[in-house]
């Protein structure tokens, strides 16, 4: 029995032992066969037509290992559409009227400019530089444009302005009238020696005299100065704590609080001042608005091959605008030094100052210096170190200094 037993286990053991399902596959489904229907709730016309429509590339590029399409050459295959080249300008191509239109503004700004400067141009000598340049701004407009800037920033102030018995004031215009004073010994020497009748007006003041203008370092070039005749010299001092101070056309000096607080010797006061009084006495504001006008010309005259205006705006305050502010700013350097000197005040203090006013105003570096209206205090200090402006200055000073031991005396 129990050898039956041995040889009936491997059967009964096989027998029990649960075998695996066999798949059957799946009928391969033939083209006469009814197609599987799709149920989407809810179906609106957009579902339909996203049904119909072919798939975008994204899709198809992720789903392409996944899903098996029919082959191209299969008719129920979705057409898949070439992407459109794309254009990333902003504006639309120009048509002929529009370039008509800008060549008729331009030849309108051309020849008026043109105009202005056959009728009103003047070529004049600036003062101590010597530099020859061409201005189209009248004298009497400047002075005009000079009251109108004064009268507007005196209105905007309103409360800020200090009165003349503050102690701040008070010391600003003593500043300011040696400054003045410097000016018309060395520029326009009366029979008194004064300019201006040797005043710094304050409020509506009587224009003086004429004067006769001459040559101060021996050159042949005669320095224009008869644009000072009708100098209303005014000083204000404003209860504001920016560093800054202005001198706009026909001698209106505002100066801040603020620089009083940066700056606490009246040798660095007179610096600034001297500096802003020279934008007056060179008139830099009358030969910007002639170089603005010049470069509007041939902006809009650029504009008719051009069709990118901020492009060329660009290119004109890069290359041409800023420079040329630059310029102005170190020709103020130059003869700021010069009147500072001439009014008793040591030159050698004026370096620091610019430096200093780099520091502050964060135009330090000469990479910032080509962003800027101003050049960077570095450039400003080496030229005025320069042994030709220095020993200038000096000279001056040592003038002044025995004239005012003369006079104590």
């Avoid at 029979?191 to 001459?214: F, M, Q, R």
């Avoid at 644009?227 to 704590?241: Q, R, S, T, Y």
Wanted: one cysteine or more; hydrophobic letters at 40%; glycine letters at 6%.
């Amino acid at each position: 029995m129990s050898a039956l037993i041995r040889n009936l286990r491997p059967a009964l053991s096989g027998l029990l032992r649960s075998k695996p399902a066999i798949r059957t596959p799946l009928p391969l489904p033939s083209s006469t066969a009814p197609r599987p229907r799709c149920y989407h709730a809810p179906s609106t016309r957009r579902s339909h037509e996203a049904l119909r429509s072919p798939p975008r590339l994204g899709r198809l590029f992720q789903r392409d290992s996944l899903v098996r399409r029919p082959p191209p050459s299969s008719p129920h295959a979705p057409a898949v559409p070439l992407p459109r080249p794309r254009h990333y300008s902003s504006s639309r191509p120009r048509s002929s009227s529009d370039v008509k239109s800008q060549i008729v503004f331009a030849g309108i700004v051309i020849i008026v400019g043109g105009a202005v400067t056959i009728c009103y141009g003047t070529f004049e000598t600036v003062p101590y530089t010597n530099r020859r340049h061409f201005v189209v701004l009248t004298h009497s407009g400047e002075l005009k444009l000079g009251d109108w800037i004064f009268t507007g920033e005196k209105k905007k102030l309103g409360d800020k302005v200090l009165p003349p018995s503050h102690p701040a004031f008070v010391r600003v215009h003593g500043i300011a009238s040696e400054i003045i004073r410097a000016a018309g010994r060395s520029l326009a020497v009366h029979d008194d020696n004064k300019l201006l009748d040797g005043e710094i007006w304050v409020g509506d003041a009587a224009p003086s005299s004429k004067k006769k203008a001459h040559t101060l370092w021996g050159t042949p070039r005669q320095p224009t100065t008869n644009h000072l005749d009708g100098f209303k010299w005014e000083v204000i001092v404003v209860n504001n704590k920016q560093v800054n101070a202005m001198c706009a056309p026909g001698g209106k000096i505002i100066v801040y609080t603020g620089l009083l607080d940066k700056f606490s010797t009246d040798a660095e006061i007179a610096t600034v001042l001297g500096h802003e009084v020279a934008h007056a006495i060179a008139r830099h504001t009358a030969e910007g608005l002639t170089k603005n006008m010049w470069i509007l010309m041939l902006t809009v005259f650029l504009g008719i091959f051009i069709d990118e205006p901020k492009m060329i705006d660009k290119l004109a305050k890069y290359l041409l605008s800023l420079p040329f502010s630059r310029k102005m700013e170190i020709e103020a350097d130059h003869i700021g030094i010069l009147l500072l000197a001439a009014a008793g005040f040591d030159p050698r203090i004026a370096p620091k100052v610019h430096e200093k006013l780099g520091e502050l105003g964060g135009n330090s570096s000469s990479f910032k210096e080509y962003m800027s209206t101003h050049p960077c205090s570095k450039k400003r200090t080496r030229l005025l170190l320069d042994s030709k402006v220095m020993d200038k200055a000096m000279a001056l000073y040592t003038e002044a200094r025995a004239r005012k031991e003369e006079i104590d005396q």
